[in-house]
């Protein structure tokens, strides 16, 4: 998931401001898939890359295990932040989710049934947009939506 380039004042450059427009979802898998994601960081050539912190602990309610597979993604991204020189940000699963509700992204009708990877990396993006860039387009457009 990834957003395309806005202008200075933080508008974007698109006269309509939805996901269709400014949020390009990208769904790589389920098979391995480390060179489609290197293959789409060098090709969007993001300023910024947002992941979530990879914290090693058993899925609750599942047999145990622990997903190994999200570390090697999180260190394809590291390579590609190293070797283009940009910014990569770690961010902790539950301070997204815990500002960017399903709630708030529905508010702000950007929310995409069955495609809980792509709604947790909004999560992440609306989250460094809005608590670490200070950006105040979503916090404004959730505060001017109609509650029900």
């Known amino acids: 998931m990834y957003r395309r380039p ?5 508008v974007p450059t698109t006269s309509s401001y939805n996901y269709d ?7 790589l898998g389920p098979d391995q898939h480390h060179l489609a994601l290197w ?3 060098t090709t969007v050539n993001p300023d910024v890359v947002v992941c979530e912190r990879f914290d090693s602990r058993p899925n609750i ?4 295990t622990v997903n190994l597979m999200a570390p090697e993604y999180i260190g394809v991204a590291k390579l590609y932040c190293t070797s283009a020189e940009k910014e ?6 539950s301070a997204a989710k ?6 708030k992204i529905k508010t702000l009708d950007l929310w995409q049934p069955n495609r809980k990877h792509a709604m947790d990396a909004l999560r992440h993006a609306l989250y ?10 979503w916090v404004h457009q959730l505060r001017q939506a109609p509650h029900s």
Do not use: A, R
């Open 21 to 27: 427009t400014v949020w390009e979802f990208k769904q």
């Open 88 to 93: 990569i940000v770690l961010q902790q699963p």
């Open 39 to 41: 293959k789409l960081l």
């Open 98 to 103: 815990g500002l960017w509700t399903d709630s």
């Open 128 to 137: 460094y947009l809005t608590i670490t860039q200070k950006e105040e387009y």
């Open 61 to 64: 309610g599942g047999n145990g």
């Open 6 to 10: 806005l202008s200075q004042k933080g």
